[in-house]
């Protein structure tokens, strides 16, 4: 990271983790307030919520997208360290308005996000993954054209993707990637059942309390997000004086885009053989368990990246990166 987007990020992050948990233990907690007539104490609930952020940044798809938007960015010399950290913030705004609307008043939403057959739940169900699969083909695209040198033959498919890159140009733009991410309901869904489930009806608990929960969740998972990234960055501007020889930057570039389009492929499928009956392949792939996905990618990316780095640590000197000013 830059000095710039090193100092944002942090100031977010511990914002978010000052708030989320002050409100916790420096209220919620004080004041013995329970989410439920019978129910857990206030800092298990917070722990649940911040437990949710943190394993909600480690899926198969926002790891993707995080990771193959930072290749892009560095590939193409630009500020990258805060993909993963504006990212978060998008998709936990989404968490978070869905909270308000619950304390609000807006109990139906509540009842129709509880109901896995609501016409909500089969909306998101098809909206989530959709625009997260079209996202990740596209920025795939984006990096399999980098392994030829930038050459295209062209085409209506190459136009939509070189519009595509121009609309998400810079860290800030993943705000609205991640909160169209988001609107899938998959993470609003866990939150907003857990204040749910935690109280008979929101007039028992006062509403700061129950909009603590999305801040952990916020807090949670814009940590891993923003680290995720900003490793990711470090790998792809790392580059051993050997990498022509062992195509360090082809290896990292091809693992990021495969897993691409493979998570969009899965997506699509479920989507396919769940919304639209199709049976045959369709059910097969759309079958496939994405959950351990996020972490088997970090892994291996940064598996890569270390053993590149021990190869040629003794035999070349680290190439110096070239300071980009973040917005």
Known sequence: MTDSGRLWAVVVIAGLHLLGWGMLLCLVVPMDVRYGAAGPAAIAVGLAAYALGVRHAFDADHIAAIDNTTRRFVDRGRPASTVGLWFSLGHSSVVFLLCLALVVGFGALGQAIADDSSGVHAVAGVWGPVVSSLFLLAIAGLNFASL????TAGGPVWRVMSRFEQV??????????????????DTATEI??????????????????????????????SLIDTVQGAVMRRAYLWSPGRSKALGY??????????????????????????????????????????????FWLTGTLLAVWASVFVLTRKRVGVGREVPATEP
């Open 168 to 185: 998400v140009d810079r860290p800030t733009r993943m705000y609205a990637v991640g909160f169209t991410f988001g609107l899938g309901f």
């Open 249 to 294: 930057g082809a290896i990292m570039t091809g693992i990021s885009a495969i897993v691409a389009v493979s998570i969009a492929t899965v997506q699509l499928s479920t989507v396919a053989h769940d919304t639209l009956g199709w049976a045959g392949p369709f059910a097969w792939i759309g079958s496939a368990n994405l959950g351990a996905v996020g």
């Open 192 to 221: 907003g059942l857990l204040a749910l489930a935690g109280s008979a009806s929101f007039g028992a608990v006062p509403w700061w309390a129950v909009l603590t929960l999305p801040i952990l969740f916020a807090a949670g998972m």
């Open 148 to 151: 030829r040198g930038g050459h």
